[in-house]
Each structure stands twice: as structure tokens, then as C-alpha cells.
């Protein structure tokens, strides 16, 4: 009596339809859910890059990312920004 039950796996198609979080890239349309545009012709900062920008800590930057005050990508093992989602921070909108 252990496969008493039926265990239902996704097929690859619908695992392929899920939005992947932590990017916001929306695999269905090809495109970022948080308006972000891989041909974008904006500069991109790193986590360092931003943090020299603004001129604070890196826990801060973190921080004020987690808590949705700055909005950012994770690419890899760090965090991308667009120069004008900096300058809106720092303009206070």
C-alpha cells in the first residue's frame, strides 16, 4: 500500500508558463513583468555601481531593494538597476 496515492507532475510546457520570480521575466510573452527591457538603451548599474551612485552602504541598497523602495533585477548572484529607476529614488517619487 506505499503508491496508494497518485502523485501529478507538471509537464515541461507548464512548468515553462510559470512566471520565474525573482527576475519578473514572464517566459509566456518574453518579457519583463516589471517593466524592464533586455534592448533597453538606459544605462545598467550594478550593485556596486548603484551604491557608489547614491553614496550609500550596500546593506542599505539591499535593504531599501527588499522592502520594494528601489527597483532591481537579480541577474546571477547580484542585482541590476536602471539609472533612471536611481534618479526617481533620489527625486523622492
Avoid at 557608489?52 to 552602504?57: A, D, Q, R, T, W
Avoid at 546593506?59 to 548572484?77: D, F, H
Wanted: a positive charge; aromatic letters at 10%; glycine letters at 8%.
Amino acid at each position: 500500500m506505499i503508491n496508494d496515492h497518485i502523485v501529478q507532475r507538471r509537464s515541461g510546457e507548464d512548468r515553462r508558463k510559470k512566471n520565474d520570480r525573482r527576475s519578473g521575466f514572464d517566459r509566456r510573452n518574453g518579457s519583463f513583468a516589471n517593466d524592464f527591457d533586455e534592448f533597453s538603451e538606459e544605462n545598467v548599474y550594478t550593485t556596486k555601481e548603484a551604491c557608489e551612485y547614491l553614496k550609500i552602504s550596500r546593506p542599505t541598497y539591499l535593504k531599501y531593494i527588499a522592502e520594494g523602495r528601489i527597483r532591481a533585477i537579480k541577474v546571477g548572484r547580484g542585482w541590476r538597476t536602471l539609472k533612471t529607476e536611481l534618479d526617481r529614488f533620489l527625486r523622492g517619487d
